[in-house]
């Protein structure tokens, strides 16, 4: 287990009962998510756009169209804050004040590397494809070099790191605890419905187990 | 409807098939969503912070203690960035590189401004409340004076957005249609599972109609 280190940025203040520091908590909340929204700032504004990641041990990876502002920006060392939030439910107290959510965040601070070697490249392209959908790599046609070429791959170190969880039912004052008002969870699962074949997908070819049996 | 002017800062760049600047497009995924990534720069290190929004006509309300840097900082006028993400399914090509997912973001630019009065303000929670479960309001127990002074309140205008859409298929090459790989969409919805009562609701309580048919 990772031991990371609150700083100055990542100490969480509101709520610190919530707060976790260690991989043990936030590396399967990033292992059970595959988008995440990636903060960072031109010309003073901020940008929060979503897009995919992989995990590998300390490692998060980000591809993108080298293109894309947000690829270029990230590229030219910005300090980034990528932000990964998997909600569980509503959580319905008593008073309108106790309304809740029931989550689990991780904040990653820091500056992405681009991976340049070609075989590197490769091996995060992987993870990102296999993070999303594990067996997946494997049946694909992979990237060409002119593909390759067009994708920029980024890898932010996994060391600038806090998670956020709340569970549990709703909290209300005491004295609120009589009245006559619903209060509960309504819990909000992720749950794959049957998969979509392609209108061009070559006749008898079967949808693959790791599509059917999806779960995270 | 009205028609958003794209600017220099909204205008979407990758891909600009997928982007929209309606609100016939924009509302639409504001109001199926609840959750919105924040970004916020301090000391010029970018911050994301997940949170809760309701929206009613062109403007966006959040909501939280006064004492979170996230609020404090908003209130001061900063520049901020609201991006709002629907994920509908991972769209799974024959090539590694046109894998996709298909969704609906919207980017949301400006800075927002403090709710100040008590009727406004909580008309505000009111919108909060309802965006996130239509029906609740009626139901709890209101804000007190004390509370309402413990939650700071904000909008945004809804001037400087974009919306960014994907739907369908894979698309993948050409020639890459006759390999024998499975491709298609696998759809993600976000569907209710049985509400959790609290443990220690009041006997006799029955579950709401707006929690048991709950959808978005």
């Known amino acids: 287990m990772t031991q990371f280190k609150p700083t100055e940025r ?7 009962a919530r707060a976790s520091y260690d991989s043990e908590t936030v590396y399967p909340i990033l292992d059970e998510g595959f988008i995440c929204h990636v903060g960072f700032v031109v010309d003073g504004q901020p940008y929060v756009i979503p897009t995919a990641y992989g995990r590998a041990g300390d490692v998060l990876y980000i591809h993108g169209s080298s293109a894309s502002r947000m690829l270029r920006t ?21 008073a309108a004040f106790h309304h809740s959510m029931n989550y689990r ?93 392609d209108p061009r997908l070559t006749e008898g070819i079967e949808t693959p187990s790791y599509v059917r049996n999806y779960f995270r």
Chains 1, 2 share one sequence.
């Open 10 to 16: 990542t100490q969480v203040r509101r709520l610190p």
């Open 74 to 94: 990230l590229t030219e060392g910005a300090d980034v804050c990528v932000t990964v939030t998997l909600l569980d439910g509503l959580v319905l107290a008593r």
């Open 105 to 197: 965040s991780v904040v990653i601070l820091g500056r992405a590397k681009v991976i340049e070697g070609r075989e590197e490249k490769l091996r995060a392209l992987e993870i990102l494809t296999e993070h999303i959908v594990r067996g997946r790599w494997k049946d694909v046609r992979h990237p060409t070099d002119l593909e390759l070429k067009a994708t920029t791959v980024l890898a932010l170190p996994l060391a600038e790191v806090s998670a956020k969880i709340r569970t549990g039912p709703p909290k209300d004052d005491e004295e609120d605890y009589q009245l006559s008002i619903w209060a509960g969870v309504l819990p909000l699962p992720v749950t794959p419905s049957a998969p979509i074949a």
